[in-house]
């Protein structure tokens, strides 16, 4: 019992960390709060846990050493899509509204936990990296543990992005047609700026 605590415990600690850090999930769980109300942090997280399942069970069958080999075009063509994603964003800024029907590169909370899991080059570099070798570790000790491993990281994750869209939703009533322009305008900035960090940190790694 104490070791599944213990794995409980740091799997979320982890996973906080990560959650905490901006990114295109944190992006489109804001944009979508508004209109979408408080169930958006939980749905985008649904999303984000459909892919993480995915890798968790290329984990088991130890397909992640292999995909080491892919790091870099995983950020060239994740990186280039940030960039795209950050462009609609930006564009969306100079004429966004704060009602339920103003439409939204990420209109669909599930599907938007989906792509930027699958677009993030992070995601993927910290899966391949740290993610992978937790988990492997957790698995020397059984299945189990590493399951317990999992619902520590996504409790983290439906945690932070469920306040966050709370916090959103229940500010929607005193926040400015202008303020929310600024704000997804930031956030596009931002996506365009993470994205093309990482798609120059591809191109160097490739030429490398």
Wanted: charged share 10%; hydrophobic share 55%.
């Amino acid at each position: 019992m104490d070791g599944v605590l213990e794995t409980l415990v740091l799997a979320f600690i982890i996973g906080l960390t990560g959650a905490l850090a901006p990114g295109p999930t944190l992006v489109a769980t804001i944009q979508a709060s508004v209109r979408g109300g408080w169930t958006v942090g939980p749905k985008v997280t649904l999303g984000h846990i459909a892919i993480e399942t995915l890798v968790f069970l290329l984990i088991l069958f130890g397909f992640s050493a292999a995909a080491l080999t892919y790091s870099h075009p995983v950020a060239l063509l994740g990186g280039s899509a940030l960039i795209g994603f950050g462009i609609l964003t930006v564009k969306e800024s100079m004429h966004a509204h704060l009602d339920r029907q103003s439409p939204s590169a990420f209109s669909n909370p599930y599907l938007a936990g989906v792509i930027t899991a699958i677009t993030n080059p992070y995601f993927w570099i910290w899966w391949l990296t740290v993610g992978s070798t937790l988990v492997i570790e957790a698995l020397e000790s059984g299945i189990l543990l590493a399951v317990i491993f999992m619902v520590g990281h996504w409790s983290a994750d439906a945690g932070w992005l469920t306040a966050v869209s709370t916090g959103i939703h229940r500010g929607r009533t005193i926040l400015s047609e202008n303020g929310y322009q600024r704000v997804l305008l930031l956030c596009g900035a931002f996506l365009i700026f993470f994205g093309s960090y990482y798609l120059i940190t591809a191109i160097a790694g490739m030429m490398a």
